[in-house]
Each structure stands twice: as C-alpha cells, then as structure tokens.
C-alpha cells in the first residue's frame, strides 16, 4: 500500500480534505464512465495546479507514429492512442470577478469528494476563502447516463456565505485538446464547426488521419434556490473553443446553480453531417427532462446492473469497497451494447496502454461479463475478434506467416498491431492462445456452440496455421521448439521455450483439431464452408498434430516442476523477501537490464498455464509450481495478484489468498504500484471478481454443471453473488457454517457442492 486517503465504505469512494498532492490520483479513482465515453474526475472550475485532464470516446483513436530509436522490418508504424477528446465539463466561475481556482484559494474547507458506485455518480463538496475573501460553498454533481449514452449532466451549485456578490458562470467547450502521452507532440484533432445559439453551443471536430468525426455539446440552465430562471448568455468564441457566460447577482446564503447537458455524439452512430442536429435532438430530450429526474433513471439503471453484478461481504468493509469500486469501473466501461467496441487496460481513467484492448478481454474479462450479464454481452467480445481476423493474418503476414495465419495484436483498436515495444510486438505471441482459450471457456460455460461452426472455428484453423509455422523441428532435442518469445512474465525477453507458450500452442492446435471433427460430424454444412474458405487439407492438419505430439517443454528433474523457459535456472534463484523496500517496485527502482538478468517474475507465467488448465494437473502439482514461482514473483503487474489469490484458495492457503485479494481489489484505491495517477488498471479488475467467484467460491465448471467448493476468509462473516449460467441465475451465498444457493424461476438447477451433487429449486442448505 502506498497511499492510504480513500476512507472505508461500502458503496462509496469517498476523500476528505484538500491535498493538492492527491488531485492527480483522485482524477483518476473517481472517474465516470457509461460504456460509450468517460472521463477523469477533473473539477469543472479552472484549476491551475497539476492535474491530468482527460475525457474519453470509446473506438476513437489517432495513429500516433511510433518513436523508435532505430526501424526493424515488420515493426508497427503508429502506436493507436485512445484520444483525448473535446472538453465539455468546464465551468469557469468568478465570484465578483475573482476567478475560483483551488490552488489559489486562501483556504479550503470541508472539502469532500465521492463517487457514489450504487447510483453512479461523481459528487464534490468544499467551502472556499478566496483571494478576495468571499467565502463560497460549492457543490457539484456530475455524471454520465447509462440511459442515453451520449449524454453527461452537471449541477454546480454556488452559495456565497459571507456577503452579496455577483457570480459568473462560463460554460465552454474546448476542442482545443492535446494527448500528454503523445509521442511527437502531434496535434490529433482539428476544429471544423462552431456554433452557438438559445444557451446552446457545437463544437464540430474531426481526428487527422483516421476522421473520425465527433460535435461536442452543451446547453446550460440557472437556477436559483431550485427555480428556474432567464439569464442572458454572452457568447464568446475562439479558434477551438466556444463558452456562454451567465452573471447573476445573489444574495449572501442565497444558492444558485448552473446545469450542463453535454456529451457527444460520432459519426460512428450518426452521419457526420447532422452532427448537430443529432445533439440537439439530445439536448432536448435532456432539458424536457431536467437533473432531477435524469440522476433518478441513472440511480434506477445503475440499480438493475447490481441487481446481477453485486458481491456482498459481511464484515470487512475495505474488502466490501474494494470488490464494488472494480465491478463499478467495469461497467463503467464496457456495457456490450456495441460489438465494435472493446476493454481497454485503462478503461476511461488515463491514455496508457494506449489501444483498445490486449489479451487482457478474453484471459480475464470475459468470464465476468458471462456471469454477470446476458451471455450475448460475452459474445460480442468474441465477435469484435472475429471481425479482425483478416486483419490479423495481415499481421503475421507483414512478420513472414503464410497460409491464412493469424496473429492477433498485442495491442489494438481496429484490428492491426499497434504496439511500440519491439520485445512485446514480435515476441509475445501467448496472446493468440487467449483468442482460442476464451472460445473454449464460452462454450463451456454458456453451452453455445452455435459461435464455433458461425465463426469459431476460423479463427482456431488460423491460429493453428500460426503456431505450427513460429514451431520449428531441433535435431537435438528431437521436439519441436518456439524460440525468441516473451512469456506473461515481461520481465523476461527474447527467451526460448516459455513453457506457457508452448504448452498454449499445442492445446490451441489438439483443440482446434477436436472442433474441425466435431462440425465435420455434426455441422456439416458449415464444415464443407469452412473447409472451402480456409483451404485445409487433411495433409496440413497432419502438420499440426506432428507439432502438438512432438512439442517440447523445459523441466527441471531436481525441482520437479517445469521451467518458465530455458536455461531459468542459470540466474540466482532470491525469494523476494530479500528485496528492500526502497527497491520495490523493481521496475521503477532498477535498470531493464538488471531486471534482465534477475529472477524476478512480473506476473503468473508458468502458473497462468496452471490457471487456465487447471484441470490437467494434480493439486500437488499445482503446490510444487506455486511454492518454487510465486516466492520469485513481485506481482508488479495487475493481472498477477488475482491469479495467485485464486491457486492460493485452491491449496487452502486463505491468509495468503486473502492478502492477494486485497492486493488486486484495492490495486489502486491503496495504490500498490506507484502509478494511479496515470489511470485505473480496468481489466484486472476482473480477476478481483475472479478472485473471489472463482478463489473464495471455487466456482468451476464440472460435467457441464457449476462446481463450488467455497472456503471463507477469517476475516469475512459471509459472502454472497449471482451468476448466470446457462441462462438461470444462480445465487450463491457462502457463509462460516454453511453454504446456500436460490435459483430464479421455477426450473431446477443441480449444482455440485464440494462434489456432491445438489437439486436446487428455491433454498439449498449444506
């Protein structure tokens, strides 16, 4: 833990008191989001000490050319940024001409800050002295709708406490936005049309290179002790920007307030030449309804998603915050309404990690959206894959692939590699095996195979194409061989035999092969399709099975457990216990060349293998793996923690599953790895779920039935969630001397409970 201000509640993120040293971290906790854009928690008003400003519009980005030291062929030629976009929060406010900017105030009081995760809003409260000693008390409330997407709404309310003044509101929008992460200091994003009019202003702006074309809006209101009433706007414009100013005169305790209706929309949804008309269309339907009622819909949306989503723990509330803050940034940022869009690592909170979506979507994000949500939400996760295969066999192509081989990005927004790390582009290829896993667990999970023969399969016969062309034959090992790959563990690059890739690559292809067998007997149809579009011949399949027999793994007889690649056992094998402090983490503390050369795991590697194939390995193998790698690892990425929380509960070890769970859950509440600032680790956030459905619950899937053998950490009373299996909802609730499930509906359920199978109707006891 390195930083400790977000105080304890179930249902709330909550800061008190102004620290300007937290503003930039608080930016990115509070964030809002509504699947289809979002933003960082910057104030409305003007603030001039550090902050990052950001806002966000899901499947928007630039082709920011990479920055290379020296090209190597096949390298990607631009980085795809996900853009900052227009600005429509702001609200400059002056108080008797006295402009009101926190990091110049006299004073600030009584600040408080929460973001309420059961209603789904941003809500900041603080009492300022001003340079000209006018006191003010402002309240602010912001959110983005989940009803209508293209739709934020903001109340700022302004009370002067000790004197009559005259307050100034200047709403604006500011097309005029840059990107802190870009690599060349390009410009992203031209203006095309300003207009304003009846409280209402367009910006109308296009991105360079990719047009995506996007209005920017807002309509403003006043109030003044909660009635509405008429103000003359002075309209201003500039090159970028457009605001609207309102000034009113007020009577000291007297609250007056503005409202903003704004947001987006995109040539994504709308022709580009009724951008405007699109948004007034918005703005109508927004102001006929006013904030009041708008915040109401939100509180009643937000309602219906926990209604599914929600983890309950009795009895530890840090653990209780933590679980919700993740499932609220999730749905935050993904809703499956739009098959085009994807998960971002950073979600809506910053611009690192820049594209849409890694592997990170199909390893960990999936199974939260299959259990939580309607099944077809998963499936379009799978589908926005499967519209991008052409362009990953484009990908490996430009790498020397032929054939129709798939290589699917490491990073991406519209399908083509964007990634501008040489050892991450070229060499983690372990990512194509997600694409194929993530199919497999679908279907064991939902029981849809209707998506293999549709579009499945296409892509396991491309990925297989893949895997059997990077193999190649070693006269001395007389195995198959991959070299030069980085496995999950970053910290090891250019390695040959990653025993996770290896094993990955062998299963993709013997899956692929089961599924080709399995259409040819009983879809026949699509099979003789498939087989005709993809041009595979018996000759070819006979290829990969030579591979998958034939693959090699590296094993150490002395330890008994296989090795993360070869020759790990040539560096100095240090327990990270030996670290101090002021080394962690290692990757902002040590030389790349160092880490290099160390020991020292990033994340599960070899038992990220054991994770998603548990299955084909004993418990004692699994303790034999996890006792040699997990004291090496430093868990300095966020998909490490969940993945030990999870084999730590399956060996029993609760103290020590319990640590990892709140490591993962309050990740960035607690700030663990020194870089909330940049943004929230979004994806992680559903191996938190993971930890706890699938750790604590020991929720797996068993001859096609759901398996659970819970076990409870100390520190909880009990714990309960829903799952959607199959299209019933189960729900789960485990506590210390019993475990109890209710299904919805009048249809039975069996389940299995520490093996043994149970008959669920309404309430089952164990």
Not at 215 to 220: H, P, R, T, V
Not at 690 to 697: K, N, P
């Amino acid at each position: 833990m390195n930083q400790d201000y977000i105080k304890s509640d179930a249902w709330s993120i909550i800061e008190e008191g102004f620290d300007a040293t937290h503003v930039e971290s608080s930016e990115s906790l509070f964030s809002i989001g509504n699947g289809a854009m979002g933003q960082r928690a910057n104030f409305e008003e003007q603030y001039s000490g550090d902050t990052f400003q950001g806002n966000y519009i899901a499947g928007v980005f630039y082709p920011d050319k990479t920055k290379v030291g020296w090209w190597k062929n096949g390298y990607p030629e631009y980085f795809a940024k996900v853009l900052n976009a227009p600005n429509w929060i702001g609200i400059n406010v002056s108080v008797n001409n006295e402009a009101l900017d926190l990091h110049t105030c006299k004073e600030v009081k009584d600040f408080v800050r929460e973001l309420n995760m059961k209603e789904g809003y941003h809500q900041r409260s603080f009492v300022a002295v001003m340079p000209n000693d006018l006191e003010i008390k402002v309240t602010a409330t912001r959110f983005l709708s989940i009803v209508d997407d293209e739709l934020g709404a903001i109340n700022y309310e302004v009370e002067v406490l000790n004197s009559d003044a005259v307050i100034k509101f200047m709403p604006y929008l500011d097309g005029g936005i840059t990107n802190r992460d870009a690599n060349w200091e390009e410009r992203f994003w031209q203006t095309l049309e300003i207009e304003a009019e009846n409280n209402q202003a367009f910006v109308v702006s296009k991105t360079l290179k990719t047009e995506y074309h996007v209005g920017a809006y807002m309509q403003s209101e006043i109030t003044i002790g909660g009635e509405k009433i008429q103000v003359e706007g002075e309209v201003e414009k500039a090159d970028d920007q457009v605001s609207i100013s309102y000034s009113v005169k007020v009577n000291k305790g007297e609250k007056i307030a503005l409202q903003k209706y704004a947001g987006y929309v995109t040539d994504m949804n709308h022709q580009r030449d009724s951008l405007i008309e699109a948004a007034k269309n918005v703005l109508s339907k927004a102001t006929i309804s006013g904030f009041a009622q708008l915040l109401q819909e939100q509180k009643e949306a937000w309602a219906q998603i926990w209604e599914m989503a929600d983890i309950t723990i009795d009895g530890d509330v840090k653990a209780q915050q933590g679980i919700r803050f993740n499932i609220f940034q999730l749905n935050q940022t993904y809703l499956g309404k739009d098959e085009r869009l994807n998960i971002g690592p950073k979600g809506f909170t910053g611009e690192k990690y820049g594209g849409s979506t890694y592997w990170d979507t199909e390893a960990y994000c999936i199974p939260f959206y299959m259990a939580t949500k309607d099944q077809q939400v998963a499936r379009n996760l799978l589908t926005y894959r499967y519209n991008h295969l052409e362009k990953a066999k484009e990908n490996a192509q430009k790498l020397g692939f032929t054939n129709g081989a798939a290589l699917y990005p490491m990073v991406t927004m519209n399908g083509e590699e964007s990634h501008n790390e040489w050892e991450i582009t070229f060499e983690e290829i372990h990512r194509n095996g997600a694409m194929v896993f993530a199919i497999y667990n679908y279907v064991r999970f939902t029981d849809d195979y209707s998506y293999v023969p549709e579009m499945g399969l296409e892509v396991m016969i491309a990925i297989a194409r893949f895997w059997q062309q990077r193999a190649n034959f070693s006269k001395d090992k007389n195995k198959y061989v991959i070299l030069g790959v980085t496995g999950p563990n970053e910290y090891e690059n250019n390695v040959n035999n990653n025993w996770y890739t290896n094993y990955l690559a062998k299963w993709c292809i013997v899956y692929c092969i089961e599924n080709i067998e399995k259409i040819k007997a009983e879809y026949a149809e699509d099979y003789t399709r498939i087989m005709a579009k993809t041009n595979l011949e018996t000759e070819e399949i006979a290829k990969w099975n030579d591979v998958a027999e034939n693959m090699y793994f590296p094993y150490s007889e002395e330890f008994g457990v296989y090795l993360q690649q070869d020759g790990f056992l040539d560096k100095e094998i240090e327990p990270v216990s030996t670290l101090t402090k002021r080394q962690r983490p290692i990757n902002q503390n040590w030389s790349w060349d160092r880490i290099l050369r160390s020991c020292y795991i990033k994340q599960a590697d070899v038992l990220q293998g054991f994770y998603f194939f548990e299955d084909h390995f004993s418990e004692e193998n699994l303790k034999k793996h996890f006792d040699f790698y997990e004291p090496i690892t430093v868990h300095e990425s966020s998909l490490s923690p969940c993945v030990h929380s999870i084999q730590a509960a399956k060996l029993g070890r609760m103290e020590q599953a319990y640590t990892f769970y709140l490591r993962t859950s309050r990740l960035d509440l607690d700030d663990y790895n020194h870089e909330v600032k940049e943004g929230c680790h979004i994806t992680s956030m559903a191996g938190t779920w993971m930890s706890i459905v699938e750790g604590f619950g020991g929720m797996r899937v068993v001859n096609d039935k759901l398996s659970f053998t819970p076990k409870l950490p100390r520190q909880w009373k009990s714990f309960s969630f829903k799952v959607n299996f199959r299209n019933q909802i189960l729900k789960i609730n485990i506590g210390k001397n019993d475990t109890t499930f209710s299904v919805d509906g009048n249809e039975p359920m069996t389940v299995l409970l520490n093996g043994e199978a149970v008959k669920v109707q309404n309430t089952v006891n164990s």
